[in-house]
């Protein structure tokens, strides 16, 4: 089931049933919002002989992906890949080597499906060699190739690979939505009202929140943490830092980032100061700071650390440094 976004799948329905190839699309937009669910559910559709959405489940390339999830003409390149790649010594599935195989991959001619299919997931991952390489293959991909780039930060995109590509904004949804949609999964109304809460509009974490409610009380637990040294006025960053670096090593695997929650808390702040208390997305109370364009100053700061730890996550350190000497 697909919630949200309905213009945008509208879209991709079209596409499916043209049975058009020659597809380059860019999906782009928050963390955890349906981006990846809907881009498989159109692949699918494309690799399956009845063209359904999703795919019938019946054909040969259905049953072929499903059950094995590898398909001749499926190419899927996401984080695991580029895991299971380094360790086998075979490069990295995000740099040039990466690229020219997506390349060679669709400009082959489809075995078993009438198209063939190249899944990026965090496209911004890949190198701006590799991605200058795929100028050519998104510009304009053959006539039975279809490519579908993912990510939440487009910013690492060149503008040359975003202008050659279709691109689709999958935004946050609307909380009424994902409450109706969390109500068929739990009756539990007080665990539902929570995950609402805690999704900051995103579908697919509210979802991982029903899925494991032990999660919402140790979520609840660190928000009021964080909370703690974010509004301590003056902190010395080192306990700030020292507080950051513990919620990120007990929340290393949840999906949950630290930077998002952070950024969520102090937009919260910005708004009750500008009177705008009942739109924040997290606190019940927040409390308004004193200097707004300090909050704003802070925002950036925190935006800016994403964004490093994001091209080099081995850079989580360097990046908190450099962020609390912009804020101090
Ligand atoms: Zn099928």
């Excluded at 359904?52 to 390149?77: E, Q, T, Y």
């Excluded at 380094?86 to 599935?93: F, T, V």
């Excluded at 909370?227 to 513990?246: I, S, Y």
Aim: proline fraction near 3%.
């Amino acid at each position: 089931m697909i919630i949200g976004h309905q213009t945008n799948v509208k879209i991709l329905q079209e596409l499916l049933s043209k049975q058009q190839g020659g597809l380059s699309l860019l999906f782009w937009g928050p963390e955890q919002t349906g981006k990846k669910t809907i881009a498989l559910g159109l692949m699918k559709g494309f690799l399956c002989d009845a063209a359904a959405w999703n795919g019938c489940g019946k054909c040969a390339s259905c049953v072929s992906l499903f059950r094995s999830a590898l398909h001749p003409d499926f190419m899927f390149v996401d984080a695991a890949l580029r895991a299971a790649m380094k360790e086998s010594g075979q490069g990295d599935a995000y740099d040039m080597k990466g690229a020219r195989a997506i390349i060679s991959f669709l400009d082959t001619k489809p075995i078993a499906a009438r198209f063939r299919v190249a899944f990026i997931d965090d496209a911004h991952m890949l190198t701006p060699e590799a991605q200058n390489a795929l100028l050519k293959t998104l510009e304009e991909p053959a006539s039975r190739a279809i490519i579908i780039l993912v990510t939440h930060n487009p910013g690492l995109l060149l503008e040359t690979v975003r202008s050659r590509m279709m691109q689709l904004y999958f935004g946050l949804v609307d909380k009424k939505e994902i409450e109706r949609w969390l109500a068929s999964f739990s009756r539990d109304a007080t665990l539902v009202a929570k995950a609402v809460r805690y999704s900051f509009l995103r579908p697919g974490r509210a979802l991982n929140f029903i899925e494991h409610p032990d999660m919402v009380r140790a979520f609840e637990n660190q928000v009021k943490m964080l909370l703690a040294f974010e509004q301590k006025r003056g902190a010395d960053f080192g306990h700030k830092l020292a507080a950051a670096h513990a919620f990120l090593a007990q929340y290393a695997d949840s999906g949950v980032s630290l930077f998002s929650l952070w950024q969520a808390i102090v937009r919260d702040e910005l708004l009750a100061g500008a009177g705008l208390a009942e739109y924040a997305s997290l606190l019940t109370k927040p409390a308004p700071q004193a200097n707004s364009s300090d909050r704003f100053r802070f925002l950036r700061a925190i935006l800016d650390m994403e964004t490093a730890v994001e091209t080099n996550p081995s850079a989580m350190k360097s990046a908190f440094e450099y962020a609390v000497s912009k804020i101090r």
